[in-house]
């Protein structure tokens, strides 16, 4: 529900800007000039009740000394909701490399081999995200997907002021990842879409099939972590859910080739073989899928 609205509020800003653009594109400059003038107004008032209500939860006040002042605000800053609104207004109180770390340790554990690869080397004046992708991340052909989409989403959801991503290290890699539906964002980068799945009752080690807006995907759970890739042998081309999982690794129904689910998907037997995983990442008490459009079915 959380993350629902926070991407309500999200819609909501990405509203404005457009109707300022429109007014740019007028030929009425005055009507222009008011429209801007109007929005900062708004969001200068917004600022001073918030900023107010931080005051009061926080007790900064001399000799107020509320012991727990600063666990409420961070409480605060930990709601998706709230937390957007913080943003909004530059009154979070994490800066933005403290903000995208936190998101990036949150996806760690569901990106399998990749999670140890990740590292986040700042933003730079421009507002570009500089990240290195190391270990077994480097010159997996499967890391595209996984990269792009997840960490996209995680530091775009963290940071939005962050305007694109360079990352080191990505097989066929561009110079730039756009994020997000921005001015003078790059026509040429993925459309990522987002679908909701739910794992109930899926047990430790069992293969299950899920039909994702026509994509069919093999979802397992391995040492309590899930795990999401396109439901076909990479090597047949047969569904990966007719095979078997034995610690962290399926077995084709079929050819028989083997593959490891937390490596990425890469073949046991012919390192040029990798399946094509889909990040999974949780989302309140559901998990969401991001999968990278015209990707096949």
């Known amino acids: 529900m959380a993350g629902s609205k926070a991407r309500e509020i999200q819609e909501h800003a990405q509203r404005v800007e457009t109707l300022l653009d429109a007014f740019r594109d007028a030929d009425d400059r005055e009507a222009s000039d008011r429209a801007e003038e109007l929005v900062r ?16 939860l926080d007790d900064v006040e001399p000799g107020g000394g509320h012991p727990d002042g600063e666990a409420l605000v961070r409480r605060l800053a930990e709601d998706d ?3 957007n609104l913080l943003l909004l207004h530059d009154l979070h109180p994490d800066n933005t490399d403290t ?3 936190r998101a990036l340790d949150r996806v760690r554990p569901y990106l399998g081999s990749h999670a140890g ?8 004046a ?13 010159g997996c052909p499967s890391s595209s997907l996984t990269v792009r989409s997840a960490v996209e989403q995680a530091v775009l959801e963290a940071a939005p002021e962050v305007v694109s991503i360079d990352v080191q290290g990505m097989v066929a890699e561009p110079p730039l990842l756009q994020i997000g539906p921005r001015p003078g964002a790059d026509a040429a980068s993925p459309s ?5 799945l739910t794992l109930d009752g899926l047990a430790e080690g069992v293969l ?7 994509s069919l995907l093999c979802v397992c759970i391995v040492g309590g972590t899930p795990y999401a890739y396109l439901d076909r042998c990479a090597g047949c081309g047969t569904a990966l859910s007719t ?19 937390r490596a990425a998907g890469r073949a046991l037997s012919n390192e040029d073989e990798h399946l094509t995983p889909v990040p999974l990442l949780p989302e309140g008490s559901g998990w969401k899928v991001l999968l990278q459009r015209g990707v096949p079915v």
């Open 41 to 56: 107004a708004v969001v200068a008032l917004h600022t001073v009740g918030l900023r107010q209500l931080l005051t009061i």
């Open 81 to 83: 909701v709230v937390a």
């Open 99 to 101: 903000r995208i770390e």
């Open 117 to 124: 690869g990740i590292h986040y080397d700042g933003v730079t």
């Open 126 to 138: 421009d507002q570009v995200a500089h990240l290195r992708l190391e270990g077994s991340c480097d």
């Open 192 to 196: 990522i879409d987002e679908h909701t």
């Open 208 to 214: 299950r099939q899920h039909d994702v807006d026509g």
């Open 243 to 261: 095979g078997s999982l034995s610690h962290g690794v399926v077995t084709c129904g079929r050819c028989r080739e083997r593959y490891d689910l």
